[in-house]
């Protein structure tokens, strides 16, 4: 039994149907890249696997545990293990580090020491009382992982955690994230559009173009193959 899997998955907005029969499955403790192009479907997916946003969903199941997830709401994902770091980051602006920490974990079933993330990003912890807007973009980045995590979960779904970093922070979080699933075993799901940093922290990747998946690869053979890269993320 996968920890995760999305079976025949149809969806879309009031606007229009966008994903056509998604099938992905993720093992527990794997760190598995979802890839593709600007306007491929990714973060439809992530909003339909953890019910936020509400893509409108027109057929298929997603199963967590062997248990139907759609019919649940997203808090009651949240609730099994299930944590999602959105490309907006959605941090609470005017709220401290500290205090954006301690609202996830006060959210959360199970929570882990607010203690361990200032371990894991001493950055932060340098920074405990400042507000989150006054933040750089890789130090608000962090913040979210470490809100997502404070809620300890089994599976991390991570929405382009690196878009518009500088390299250094990038290579930080890269890091970050690859602690995060060989240390803490987390399940991870990244998406992303730098193929690098999905080839730095997963080790097999589904490749969606145009609402489908059309493709099931390693990172081995995401990097030797170039003609790939090219034809379905244009790098
Ligand atoms: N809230 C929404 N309402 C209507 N259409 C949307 C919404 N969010 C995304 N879309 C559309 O769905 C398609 C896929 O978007 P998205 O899943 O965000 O792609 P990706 O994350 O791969 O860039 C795009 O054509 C986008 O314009
Ligand atoms: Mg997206």
Redesign the pocket.
């Known amino acids: 039994m996968s920890l995760l899997e999305v079976s025949g998955l149809e969806a ?5 149907q ?1 994903l056509f029969g998604i099938d992905l499955a993720i093992e527990e403790g794997e760190a598995v890249g979802l890839l ?12 339909a696997i953890m019910g936020a ?1 509400l ?1 409108r969903i027109i057929d298929g199941s997603i199963r967590y545990r062997d248990a139907e997830l759609l019919d649940r709401k997203s808090y009651d994902r949240a609730d099994q293990g299930i944590s999602f770091v959105p ?1 907006e980051r959605q941090l609470f602006p005017r709220l401290t580090v500290t205090e954006n920490v301690h609202i996830a974990a006060s959210a959360a079933e199970d929570p882990l020491p607010a203690e361990e993330m200032f371990d894991l990003f001493p950055e932060l912890d340098e920074m405990r009382d400042r507000h989150a807007k006054n933040m750089s973009g890789g130090e608000q980045q962090m913040l979210a992982i470490a809100r997502a995590l404070v809620s300890n979960p089994d599976l991390m779904l991570l ?2 955690p690196c878009e518009g970093l500088a390299p250094q922070i990038v290579e930080r979080l890269e890091d970050v994230v690859t602690r995060i699933n060989d240390e803490r075993g987390v399940t991870v799901l990244i ?1 992303e ?1 730098n193929v690098a940093t999905a080839m730095a922290v997963a080790d097999r990747h589904y490749i ?1 173009d145009e ?1 489908r998946i059309v493709e099931e690869v390693t990172t081995d053979r995401l990097r030797e193959d170039d003609e790939l890269r090219q034809r379905h993320l244009g790098v």
């Open positions: 879309g907005y009031e606007t229009g966008i593709g192009r600007n306007g491929a479907g990714k973060t439809t997916t992530m909003r946003d893509p490309e929405d382009e998406v559009q969606l609402g």
